[in-house]
């Protein structure tokens, strides 16, 4: 008995007559495409916003950097009103610098307290920022002025100050 070869029973291959073109092309390729073009579009949407962020961190150590070096020259001199005018000087720079539309009465006066108790609503805030009112224009300065409380307040007021509605300040709202 002869054994039939099995394979020359089978039928030859058929071929398709059109090849499989590129395109259109699959899902995985569409998402490889447009991903670099996202990418970009959120960079270019969240790079503003990084670059205030770091702006406005530059100028709080500034700020607090300036605060440090009066903190430690009105110790060395014990002048207490030296250093609320520094301070008061100071803050006023950090506050122009932070926000531009202010218009310029309120760097003065009631205003300027104003200002500082509604930015950073806490107990001490009336009794430091009255300081710059009523101090800070006399001759001599009472001597009964905690120069280091004044300083702990102004740093944490550059640091923990708020916008009006008392939302803290996130990078680079004002």
């Given at each position: 008995?002869?054994?039939?070869?099995?394979?020359?029973?089978?039928r030859p291959?058929?071929l398709?007559t059109e090849?499989?073109g590129?395109?259109?092309?699959?899902?995985?390729?569409w998402f490889?495409?447009?991903?670099?073009i996202?990418?970009?579009?959120?960079?270019?949407?969240?790079?503003p916003?990084?670059?205030r962020r770091?702006?406005?961190?530059?100028?709080?150590?500034?700020?607090?950097?300036l605060?440090e070096?009066?903190?430690?020259q009105?110790?060395?001199?014990?002048?207490?009103?030296?250093?609320l005018?520094?301070?008061?000087?100071?803050?006023?720079?950090?506050v122009?610098s932070?926000?531009?539309?202010?218009p310029?009465?309120?760097?003065?006066g009631?205003s300027?307290i104003?200002?500082?108790?509604?930015?950073?609503?806490d107990n001490?805030t009336?009794?430091?920022?009255q300081?710059f009112?009523?101090?800070?224009?006399?001759?001599?300065?009472?001597?009964s002025?905690?120069?280091?409380?004044?300083?702990?307040?102004a740093?944490?007021?550059?640091?923990?100050h708020?916008?009006?509605?008392?939302?803290?300040?996130?990078g680079?709202?004002?």
């Amino acid at each position: 008995m002869q054994n039939p070869d099995p394979l020359a029973a089978l039928r030859p291959i058929v071929l398709p007559t059109e090849t499989i073109g590129w395109w259109p092309l699959a899902p995985g390729w569409w998402f490889l495409l447009c991903l670099p073009i996202i990418i970009l579009i959120a960079w270019l949407l969240i790079r503003p916003a990084l670059q205030r962020r770091k702006l406005h961190r530059q100028l709080q150590q500034h700020c607090l950097r300036l605060l440090e070096e009066a903190h430690s020259q009105a110790n060395s001199h014990s002048d207490p009103l030296y250093y609320l005018q520094q301070c008061n000087q100071i803050l006023k720079r950090y506050v122009r610098s932070r926000y531009h539309n202010l218009p310029l009465p309120a760097w003065h006066g009631d205003s300027w307290i104003t200002f500082l108790q509604t930015h950073f609503p806490d107990n001490d805030t009336n009794n430091y920022a009255q300081l710059f009112g009523e101090q800070l224009y006399k001759p001599r300065a009472d001597s009964s002025i905690d120069i280091d409380a004044v300083h702990s307040w102004a740093r944490n007021w550059v640091i923990q100050h708020q916008k009006p509605d008392g939302k803290p300040l996130r990078g680079g709202q004002a």
